[in-house]
């Protein structure tokens, strides 16, 4: 009987997503439950569903679900991301996954999760990529123009070279700022002149439905509850010389779950994409 390997993969993933007791096993599962037989207009929608219904916090849901959906080419290929530190992220993650599988693995599963991480690696140290997310970088410093919200914002070097690795449970963090602004663009161009790279954006996040950003000192409220929640959970405020009192050592999913607890859009630079929370 002759073996179909790509449904052979497949079947032995999902049995090591199954069987995994970290994050990504369990937001396997509650995809399993309440988002992959879903009718959903969006993949927003089904992402807050099976947060809602796992209890699992949203950003926790988003960033696993993408590593999932990669790992099974959910939407018929398996396109690496366009940001090279999440091409890197996606390739350790799978590694620990694997590593930690208790699952017995089938040669052909094996070689292919090889070959995935292989080519997770390739982009994310490929110095053309590299040069391609450095001009969108460039591109879309340009979507904070006009904007009133919260940056957030960082460096490639800082983004590339994370100050507290990864683990199972919790993507790897690094140097975030971490602000309002009602001057978008031009604020940040303020706090970056001179300065040896041009800033990476990560999110804008911006009011939604009776949060009024546009009154200051609701802007200035909702800056303060982020920064009191970072230091709260540990992510360490960083007096920088010159740089202010806005630096932390956190991470895109972290910063974008608490904007979904507040009920916030979320503007996510590396998938384009606006979120209402």
């Known amino acids: 009987m002759k073996i179909d390997l790509a449904e052979k993969f497949d079947e032995q993933v999902r049995k090591m997503l199954e069987s995994d007791g970290q994050a990504l096993g369990r937001v396997y599962i509650g995809w399993q439950k309440h ?85 997770l690696y390739f982009h994310a140290e490929n110095p053309q990529v590299l040069a391609e997310e450095k001009k969108k970088i460039q591109e879309n410093a340009k979507l904070f123009k006009e904007k009133t ?25 690094y140097y975030l700022k971490v602000g309002k602004t009602t001057r978008g663009e031009e604020r940040i161009s303020e706090q970056t002149t001179g300065m040896p790279e041009d800033p990476l954006p ?32 540990g992510h360490a405020k960083i007096q920088k010389r010159g740089g202010g009192k806005e630096w932390f050592i956190s991470n895109k999913e972290t910063i974008a779950s608490i904007a979904d607890l507040m009920g916030l859009k979320i503007q996510d630079f590396d998938d384009e994409s606006e979120s209402d929370g």
């Not at 807050?48 to 959910?74: M, R, Y």
């Not at 804008?204 to 009024?212: E, H, K, Q, R, V």
């Not at 200051?216 to 409220?221: I, K, R, V």
């Open 35 to 119: 988002g992959e037989k879903g009718n959903f207009q969006t993949q927003d929608a089904m992402l807050t569903e099976v947060s809602e219904k796992s209890d699992i916090p949203k950003g926790t849901v988003t960033s696993n679900f993408q590593i999932i959906k990669h790992l099974l080419a959910v939407d018929g290929e398996r396109k690496p991301p366009s940001s090279t530190a999440q091409c890197r992220t996606f390739a350790d993650r799978i590694k620990q996954f694997r590593k930690r599988s208790e699952v017995e693995i089938y040669e052909g599963t094996s070689s292919q999760i090889d070959e995935i991480l292989k080519e």
């Open 202 to 233: 990560i999110l804008f996040i911006s009011g939604n439905y009776d949060t009024d950003f546009s009154k200051s000192e609701t802007l200035a409220e909702f800056e303060n509850k982020f920064h009191d929640h970072l230091e709260i959970i």
């Open 149 to 173: 919200g919260i940056y957030v914002y960082t460096y490639p070097h800082y983004h590339l070279n994370p100050t507290a690795e990864l683990t199972d449970d919790t993507p790897a963090r």
